[in-house]
């Protein structure tokens, strides 16, 4: 690599460069006014029409190869003045570096989204397999792509309108690409995501099309495609500290690395803290009161058991495998059509949470309800519903001659892979996978089982009536109940689609599981049928490595914040190997040996020392700060459990405590669907889609949810995906958030109505009013400083309103008001430690 630093004008010279090819990386400075102008290599033009930009403004422009034959490498500009300030020669193909690292929802997005239209509709004509490269451009990997061909390089990262690529794929000038035909409006889209996020590639080579052998056997050594072991508990020098085995895998790990734990939380704060994690409410004071009051040894064994009792548990739990299954009430095309029947698969989760229905026969009934075994018509029904888990997969477009059907059965096998087995199935649908052992016949074997299924058909803005919506059996209402769920329809074998594309066939690929896997095909009596009842019965045996470990590490994140791997959807390469390999697969042994029970798992891991942790120390303890401090810098993300993470409520459970605190939740189950307006009355398209959202009271998991039409506060909150399966929920800390909080209509009503109900439990004495607003928001009293403060602000506000309000009550009710909107603001509530 050769470094030349030099200041001021429009030519650059590099003399007695060794011959061959290089990449140029050009610094460019602006301290005056902007300037335009365009940049050559060698006599070849790289960049045309650059804006320099603001005073005091630089940047590095490239990466663009050159040729060099004669010792000498010049860079000169056209146009206005440049201010050439350093230059970069690297020798051979180098993409300056950036990125290193690719996130990983980067990577998926690329790999879903913008290799498979590349492969599809650039390669023939630029790619290493041409047989003619046309324009001496090639799009088989980062570094060529940035290089560019002889009109410039294809794509500038972050830069839309600069980008050759997106110029060409928009067809508004001469420069048109593919000459033939236009990419679809969602391709072109995808495209310019990808260039506006700043073009992110993990092909640091060319790829090449010609198929590879998977080392099945090796592949198998992987850790997580390895058989479930069931490890000896550790046995830990400080046998008085582990209240579980859990805990003796956990400190083992702590002592390994000198790590000291933080001391067990309070009762106040445990009780907050299980009472969120498995209603996503706050505990009432009374219950509060009562954990405090309670002092025998398994007084939190006993609140643990409570709250898995509670129906609450499973709209808390439920919610979340709504966000694996990316749950919605509309269709998601171009229209977005609603779905007045899908509530019934929400309640049937909701319903299979609270009754502990076993894990793998939750799982069977999702794929293969309506071809399991019923011992009577409720269950018949019920498992039918449970379909809804497919039937729920994406709809696309608008039309119905050439529907996308593959797409949607793309979403199924995506969200199949992701949620139950943690792999990127569909890395494999253009192309054998880049990372993990799954192959193009791995997928299309899949696909088949699918492309066997009949899906119900929501309706699209060109053909608005609904059909194939699965009757249910006679339940003595009148009318014909429906549900929104799948059956068998015609079963057979589906072909490769070349690079993706339906209308390409290729092989004729069997019905079958991933070979790395096991790799089983269907035999001839499975595959008169569909093959999803195989596929059901493969994913749930307890020899699989993968369904037990993914359920397991999901079910510790959402106890404890982060999972044992921290990529919970993603147990393939690219992503996180376990901090506790040996704790996982035990926790995966006792899933399937406790009859896949989540509930008996819950109280697995709660009743454990680590749950139980703090989450932050009294400081004024000298020992115990020097102690946090030290760990803190050893392990700053809490990877090996020194003590619990502080989480922030999600949109749902701080919308519900919202309700709840202000007493105004209606925590009614909700057995009925939404109001949708009439089928025949249905003329939704893509310029005026469905966009009603039904406000209510009632719990957030009931609220209705449209897949193209967001409600705003989960948005802002950080809420789910409703498009694709949400492993886990970011939790971002906004200036906006702040402003919500501050001045929304919504939590000043809130906290309006939270002053009503303080006023009217506790009448007549402040200081027990005081003490019930902090019992109720963040479950425990106030402290001396908060009593002094609370009482100097309303007494400061009273003297305010007293000026210009002559009720009294409604002076009382505004004083009170404005601290229970301070209350709702704080830290305390926002959190759960």
């Known amino acids: 690599m050769i470094r030349s630093s030099r200041w001021g004008g429009n030519r650059l010279t590099i003399?007695?460069?060794?011959?061959?090819?290089?990449?140029?990386?050009?610094?460019?400075?602006?301290?005056?006014?902007?300037?335009?102008?365009?940049?050559?290599?060698?006599?070849?033009?790289?960049?045309r029409g650059y804006n320099s930009g603001r005073t005091g403004h630089w940047e590095r422009l490239g990466p663009w190869a050159a040729d060099v034959s004669d010792?000498?490498?010049?860079?000169?500009?056209?146009?206005?003045?440049?201010?050439?300030?350093?230059?970069?020669?690297?020798?051979g193909e180098y993409d300056g570096g950036r990125p290193v690292e690719i996130a990983a929802e980067d990577i998926e997005f690329f790999e879903r989204r913008v290799r498979p239209v590349l492969v599809q509709h650039c390669y023939e004509c630029h790619s290493q397999d041409s047989d003619e490269v046309q324009?001496?451009?090639?799009?088989?990997?980062?570094?060529?792509?940035?290089?560019?061909?002889?009109?410039?390089?294809?794509?500038?990262?972050?830069?839309?309108?600069?980008?050759?690529?997106?110029?060409?794929?928009?067809?508004?000038?001469?420069?048109?690409?593919?000459?033939?035909?236009?990419?679809?409006?969602?391709?072109?889209?995808?495209?310019?995501?990808w260039v506006r996020r700043g073009a992110p590639d993990p092909?640091?080579?060319?790829?090449?099309?010609?198929?590879k052998r998977i080392d099945v056997a090796k592949a198998r050594e992987f850790w997580s495609f390895r058989p479930i072991a069931d490890p000896a508990v550790p046995t830990v020098e400080d046998a008085g500290w582990a209240k579980s085995d859990v805990d003796r895998f956990i400190l083992a790990e702590l002592r390994r690395r000198d790590l000291q734990p933080l001391a067990m939380a309070d009762k106040r704060t445990l009780i907050r803290r299980a009472t969120f994690d498995l209603t996503g409410l706050p505990p009432?004071?009374?219950?509060?009161?009562?954990?405090?009051?309670?002092?025998?040894?398994?007084?939190?064994?006993?609140?643990?058991?409570r709250l898995l009792d509670s129906r609450h548990y499973g709209e808390r739990w439920g919610r979340h495998w709504m966000d694996l299954v990316r749950y919605a009430d509309t269709a998601g095309d171009n229209s977005d059509y609603p779905i007045p029947q899908v509530y019934r698969y929400r309640n049937y989760i909701i319903d299979s949470f609270n009754a502990d229905k076993p894990y793998d026969q939750f799982l069977r009934e999702q794929i293969a309800g309506d071809l399991l075994p019923a011992a009577n018509d409720q269950q018949r029904n019920e498992q039918t519903i449970a379909t809804g888990y497919i039937a729920i997969s994406r709809r696309f477009g608008s039309i119905i001659d050439g529907y996308p059907q593959h797409l949607t059965i793309e979403d199924t096998l995506d969200n199949i892979g992701r949620t139950v087995l943690g792999l990127t199935l569909t890395c494999s649908r253009c192309h054998d996978h880049k990372f993990d052992p799954?192959?193009?016949?791995?997928?299309?074997?899949l696909y088949g089982i699918f492309a066997s299924t009949r899906y119900p058909f929501p309706g699209i803005e060109l053909d608005k009536k609904p059909r194939d919506f699965v009757p249910l059996l006679n339940d003595g209402?009148?009318?014909?109940?429906?549900?929104?769920?799948?059956?068998?329809?015609?079963?057979?074998?589906?072909?490769?689609?070349?690079?993706?594309?339906?209308?390409?066939?290729?092989?004729?690929?069997p019905r079958k599981f991933p070979d790395v896997l096991g790799g089983q095909t269907l035999t001839d009596e499975q595959a008169a049928h569909s093959g999803r009842l195989q596929l059901a019965q493969w994913l749930t045996d307890p020899a699989n490595p993968l369904t037990a470990r993914v359920m397991v590490n999901r079910i510790w994140q959402y106890h404890f914040g982060a999972g044992l791997v921290k990529t919970p959807s993603d147990f393939g390469s690219r992503g996180q190997s376990p901090t506790h390999p040996e704790l996982l697969d035990w926790l995966a042994s006792r899933f399937v040996e406790d009859g896949w029970s989540i509930k008996r798992m819950h109280r697995r891991l709660m009743l454990t020392r680590v749950y139980q942790l703090a989450s932050s120390i009294d400081e004024s303890d000298a020992a115990q700060l020097a102690a946090a401090e030290r760990a803190q810098a050893i392990d700053p993300t809490n990877d090996w459990h020194w003590r619990f993470n502080r989480q922030r409520l999600d949109a749902e459970s701080l919308r519900d405590a919202l309700l709840a605190v202000s007493g105004t939740l209606d925590d009614s189950v909700m057995n009925e669907p939404h109001p949708f307006p009439p089928v025949d009355k249905w003329q939704f398209t893509q310029h005026h889609p469905f966009r009603e959202s039904y406000d209510s009271q009632r719990r957030s998991v009931y609220l209705m949810t449209a897949r193209l039409n967001a409600r705003s506060f989960f948005t802002m909150f950080d809420g789910a995906d409703r498009n694709a399966s949400t492993p886990r929920r970011d939790s971002s800390v906004t200036t906006l958030q702040s402003l919500y909080l501050l001045n929304d209509a919504f939590v000043h009503e809130q906290a309006q109505r939270f002053a009503e109900r303080l006023i009217r439990d506790v009448p007549n004495d402040e200081a027990a009013r005081l003490t019930r607003a902090w019992m109720l928001s963040v479950a425990r009293p106030p402290n001396d400083d908060e009593r002094k403060a609370a009482d100097a602000w309303l007494a400061r506000v009273r003297d305010q309103l007293q000026m210009s309000e002559s009720n009294a009550a409604d002076v009382e009710l505004h004083a009170w008001t404005s601290l229970t909107r301070v209350l709702l603001r704080t830290n305390e509530f926002l959190y759960v430690d």
């Open 15 to 47: 003399q007695n460069v060794p011959a061959g090819r290089y990449t140029v990386l050009l610094y460019v400075w602006e301290d005056n006014n902007p300037e335009t102008y365009s940049v050559s290599v060698n006599g070849r033009e790289v960049l």
């Open 71 to 91: 010792g000498k490498l010049e860079i000169t500009s056209r146009g206005g003045a440049a201010n050439f300030s350093g230059l970069e020669i690297w020798r």
């Open 135 to 193: 324009g001496d451009l090639l799009l088989d990997s980062r570094p060529t792509t940035l290089r560019g061909g002889v009109t410039g390089p294809a794509v500038v990262p972050g830069d839309v309108e600069n980008s050759l690529l997106i110029k060409a794929v928009r067809y508004h000038d001469d420069l048109q690409m593919p000459p033939d035909y236009q990419l679809a409006k969602q391709e072109i889209e995808d495209l310019e995501t």
């Open 203 to 211: 092909r640091r080579t060319a790829t090449k099309i010609s198929r």
């Open 284 to 305: 009432t004071p009374e219950e509060v009161a009562a954990f405090e009051a309670d002092s025998s040894p398994d007084a939190f064994a006993r609140v643990v058991d």
């Open 438 to 445: 799954l192959t193009i016949d791995d997928y299309y074997g």
């Open 477 to 509: 209402k009148p009318g014909k109940e429906l549900a929104y769920a799948v059956v068998d329809h015609q079963p057979a074998d589906a072909a490769i689609q070349i690079r993706g594309e339906p209308t390409k066939p290729g092989e004729l690929v």
